[in-house]
């Protein structure tokens, strides 16, 4: 099992800068990715980002540019920069072992405009 511990989000205005954190705990050997999804009002979960054990990542072509995940050993981190009101979601911490996912219980970003 591994648990996932949010921190981060709040209220910023458009163009400003946010940091997300997420830090795992428990069998954090078996981690292959950790990455981050968003879920917005009415819509469907989505990818935001992801980084894996060897440090490639992959980011949703609307945050390209815009978002950086980085991570420093059970920490996986979202820098948020240029924010936009469309970035208005709850964002969710996310790892991949190699036969499960895992959630955190989501964190809320709200963008005014």
């Known amino acids: 099992q591994v648990q996932l511990v949010e921190s981060g989000g709040g209220l910023m205005q458009a163009g400003g800068s946010l940091r997300l954190s997420c830090a795992a705990s428990?069998?954090?050997?078996?981690?292959?990715?950790m990455g981050w999804y968003r879920q917005a009002p009415g819509k469907q979960r989505e990818l935001v980002a992801y980084?894996?054990?060897?440090?490639s990542t992959n980011y949703a072509d609307s945050v390209k540019g815009r978002f950086t995940i980085s991570k420093d050993k059970n920490t996986v981190y979202l820098q948020m920069n240029s924010l936009q009101p469309e970035d208005t979601a709850v964002y969710y911490c996310?790892?991949?072992?190699?036969?499960?996912?895992?959630w955190g219980k989501g964190a809320q970003v709200t963008v005014s405009s």
């Open positions: 996310n790892t991949r072992s190699a036969t499960r996912m895992y």
């Open positions: 428990g069998s954090i050997w078996s981690i292959l990715t």
């Open positions: 980084i894996t054990n060897g440090g």
